[in-house]
């Protein structure tokens, strides 16, 4: 795809300086870019770059002004970085605007889908699934029976989402995500082996939630998972079976949920955090990486360490643990005069 300085400056509501006519197929980094591409210039201390850089065209600020020959053509606008950002979501649009449906495929007698879909081929669609307008459902996509999935979603190659499952509008699911699968439920028996607890309900996923890339949400044993609106999950986190994550809240990846744990909304929840089973977290807690979640946390809570306790106590705690074999050393020789 190619994209006049004209073209970029009407999207952005921006100023041109330079040749209006010049064209880009290509997005790069101000300092990495090279002829075609357009970059952009919003931290100043690449500055320096702007003189140097091969790309045709260069979005700044309004207030950017030049104290040498630049050759790429610039379209100043209000907020280089934002403006950037905007360029990549409708740049990102065009790209992915597949629609149709592909063949090889198996879509159920039953199953019903709305307008300007797009099917990937070898994908599976179930009994009663029902889907919603502009859903992109990329190759190699397993969908359960009775399956319900919102407008505007994307499910990328190779999600699997099992039976039962509701999926909300404007989400995005990537590659390799596992929506509805068992969670793990065994009960010993009398002889001490494990017998399965059969998992009967589903998940339901609210609008606006993002998924990362081999993501696991297991089906509630009764009931349901429930993932509300505006979630965000990186890649590879497990959530199991039970479990309530509240609005807008994010998760980085490699974190762990345990069954029935119930976190809050607007909560940061850094990479590798566990989170044991059927405890509350509040709202608005923040958790950094790699801290071990055992009890109910308080709203506004800031933790750290495994067990994690208040990360101010952490910091002061953490000083002393690094200096504790000198500490160590200056008990024992302190012991050794008193005795003697």
Known sequence: MKFTATQIAEILNGEIIGNPDVEVHTLSKI????????????NPKYT???????ASIAIVGQDFVSEQKIEATLIKVENAYSSF??????YNHIKNNKLGVESPIFISDSATYGEAVYIGAFSHIGENVVIGDHVKIYPNTFIGDNVTIGSHTTLFSGV???????????????????IGADGFGFSPDETGAYQKVPQIGNVIIEDHVDIGAATTIDRATLGSTLIKKGVKLDNHIQVAHNVVIGENTVIAAQTGIAGSAKIGTNCQ??????????IVIGNNVKIQAQSGIGHN??????LQGSPAFSFRDYYKSYIHFKNLPNIVK?????????KS
Request: glycine share 8%; aromatic share 8%; with cysteine.
């Open 297 to 302: 946390i308080k709203d506004n809570e800031v």
């Open 269 to 278: 929840i850094g990479g590798q955090v566990g989170v044991a089973g059927h």
């Open 31 to 42: 300092e990495e870019a090279a002829e075609g591409s357009l970059t952009f210039l919003a």
């Open 48 to 54: 320096p770059y702007i003189y140097t850089t091969h």
């Open 160 to 178: 699997k989402i099992y039976s039962d499952c509701v999926i909300g509008a404007h989400c995005f699911i990537n590659s390799a995500a596992v």
């Open 330 to 338: 200056t008990v024992n020789t302190l012991e050794k005069t008193l």
């Open 85 to 90: 950002s905007k360029l990549l979501e409708y």
